[in-house]
Every structure is written in C-alpha cells, then in structure tokens.
C-alpha cells in the first residue's frame, strides 16, 4: 500500500499500482515525503476526490494500536510499543545530580501546570497523539474513534453509578480468591481439589488470631471466623506478636462470599 498526498498537502486516497508510482518517481511528477510508511506527494494539480475513512485507536499503556478502515477495506494498521524506561532514566539522571552539587539544595523555585502530568505518563499521552497526526497526514480522516472497553457494562447493560462497585468480584479479599472459587478450588492443571496454606496461630493486641499469608510479603491476622484484626503487616511486625501455635502441615481454606473459614485450626 502506497500513501498519496497532493500537491497541497492534503491526504489522498491510497493506491496498489505499484507499477504507476515508479512510473510517476521516475518522471519526476512525484517525490516520496516518507519512507514509513511509504508515501508520495504528488507534483502536479489532480483532483482531490476521496472515500471517508474511519480511525480507531486502542490505547494503552504498554502498547498502543491505530487502524484505519473504509466501507470496503481495511487501509492501515499499526501497532506501538510504548517505552517503560523513563522512570528509570529518570532516577538514574537524579543520581548523577546528586553525586556533582556541592551547594546547599534548592527546591521551592520550581512550579508546576495545573495539568501537569509525570514524564512517563506524558510521554505516553504524547506518542498516542503522534500517532493520530501520522496517520491524520497520509490519509483522510473523517473521523477518529477510541476503544473504551467497558467489561461490567458488557456483562450488564445496565449498570450505571455505585453498581459498579457491586460486580462479581464483591465479598472476597482480592482477585486471587474470586479466581480459586471460580474454579471450584481445585488446580487448573492437575484437577485436585482444596487449596493449600499454611497458617500461624498468633495473639495480637488480646485476640488470637491466623496469619493469613499472602504472595507479596504482607500478611493479614483474621479471627476464627474469618473477621480481620490486622491488615497488610509485615513479617518484622512477628515481633510484636506471641507466636501460639505454628502450623507446619498444610491446611485448607475455604472462602465464601461472606466469611473465611479455615480447617484444620
């Protein structure tokens, strides 16, 4: 696919005749303005007739996707990897900063927009905008339409307002447990049933209580009948704490909606 523009700069529509463009290089009645995508300004005055062309844009914040359509075919697509390494560029530059000044710091002669966003995130919001230009430049545009996926609405045509807060993930403690009763509580790859945890009986400001151990380093202490005494404490917090009972076996858990209740203790 070859994308034209006229004389004046205005977006044409693309061609197939690949044979013609060399034709048209060769004569010198075209130039190309880039190579990618490839696409040709055309030196002399032609008529400006076009089809509306419709662009659709899925952001994101690792990748971004913009396509292009007509009534009959599909004119343009591509597909953006956004850069992650700006954060790290960052501290990396404050470092260097830090390690060359030898005067007293200066921090309250700086001020920022009203919509100012952090580097990363503008950078993001600025590729995204490229994107629309470029293909605004080689192809006329008629209209440009984001892809917001509403997946509760998609579920529920109805939903609207606090109801958002009321989907299928309401009364459990984090997506892991949804996922596990979803699944019956058995593994997905060898089909058995129960899942495994290992819990400690501890006294934490005068109630007993199990550590509720989770992947990420935090724990949560909860009561026999599932109530939460303490949340998101970390393994250093066990010196607070009076160990009772140390559970070495494996023990179940089973989750409901409305409570946890823990086999075995």
């Keep these: 696919m070859v994308y034209v523009i006229s004389k004046d700069s205005k977006p044409l529509m693309p061609t197939k005749r690949h044979r013609k463009v060399r034709r048209l290089l060769k004569q010198g009645l075209a130039k190309v303005v880039r190579r990618e995508p490839f696409t040709i300004q055309l030196l002399y005055d032609t008529t400006t007739y076009t089809q509306p062309v419709i662009a659709g844009m899925d952001t994101g914040s690792k990748t971004a996707g913009v396509s292009a359509i007509t009534d009959k ?46 580097p990363s995130l503008q950078w993001k919001v600025d590729a995204h905008n490229r994107l629309v230009n ?32 009321e989907g299928p993930q309401k009364g459990f403690f984090d997506v892991r ?5 979803r699944a019956g509580y058995k593994s997905e790859l060898s089909g058995k049933k129960g899942i495994h945890r290992r819990f400690d009986k501890v006294r934490y400001k005068n109630q007993v209580g199990i550590i509720y151990s989770l992947s990420s380093g935090y724990f949560d202490i909860r009561t026999l009948n599932g109530e939460k005494i303490h949340s998101s404490a970390k393994y250093q917090d ?5 160990m009772l009972e140390r559970r070495e076996q494996r023990t179940f858990l089973h989750l409901k909606e409305d409570a946890v209740s823990c086999a075995g203790l």
């Design 73 to 118: 075919q599909k004119l343009f697509s591509i597909e953006v990897e956004l850069r992650q390494d700006i954060k790290k560029l960052l501290l990396e530059r404050r470092e260097y900063r830090r390690n060359r000044r030898y005067g007293k710091t200066r921090f309250l002669n700086r001020k920022r927009r009203n919509n100012w966003l952090s």
């Design 238 to 242: 066990l010196t607070k704490m009076l």
């Design 134 to 165: 470029l293909i605004t430049k080689i192809l006329p545009i008629a209209k440009v339409e984001i892809a917001p996926f509403d997946i509760h609405k998609i579920v529920n045509p109805d939903v609207e307002g606090s109801q958002y807060q």
């Design 177 to 181: 447990e949804y996922c596990l009763w």
